[in-house]
């Protein structure tokens, strides 16, 4: 069974950090790249950062650079969302999702994890 899951969001301090996990199972996980999105209520979806599985190349929108990071850990079957500088307008709920590299959209996502930052 196929799955991913999605764990280390909380509650944090504008300005705080966390760090976000995201563990495949079931698949392939060292050939898939993997992808950070979150949606806040009422807004759409959004991307958020991503990680290719065989450059470990990384992609950010630009509302996040310079203030999150992406890695992975192919061993480990997880992929890494470190948050620092968080600001009130990331609160969210955050999922992670895998992907093929040769596809265009996302095969498998997460449950998504819950981050809430105060002002």
């Known amino acids: 069974e196929v799955q991913l899951q999605a764990s280390g969001g909380g509650l944090v301090q504008a300005g705080g950090s966390l760090r976000l996990s995201c563990a495949g199972s079931?698949?392939?996980?060292?050939?898939?790249?993997i992808g950070w999105f979150r949606q806040a209520p009422g807004k759409e979806r959004e991307g958020v950062a991503s990680i290719n599985p065989s450059d470990g190349r990384t992609y950010y929108a630009d509302s996040v650079k310079g203030r999150f990071t992406i890695s992975r850990d192919n061993a480990k079957n997880t992929v890494y969302l470190q948050m620092n500088s968080l600001k009130p307008e990331d609160t969210a709920v955050y999922y992670c999702?895998?992907?093929?590299?040769?596809?265009?959209?996302?095969?498998?996502w997460g449950q998504g994890t819950q981050v809430t930052v105060s002002s």
């Open positions: 999702a895998a992907r093929l590299s040769s596809q265009a959209g996302y095969n498998y």
């Open positions: 079931g698949f392939s996980f060292a050939d898939y790249a």
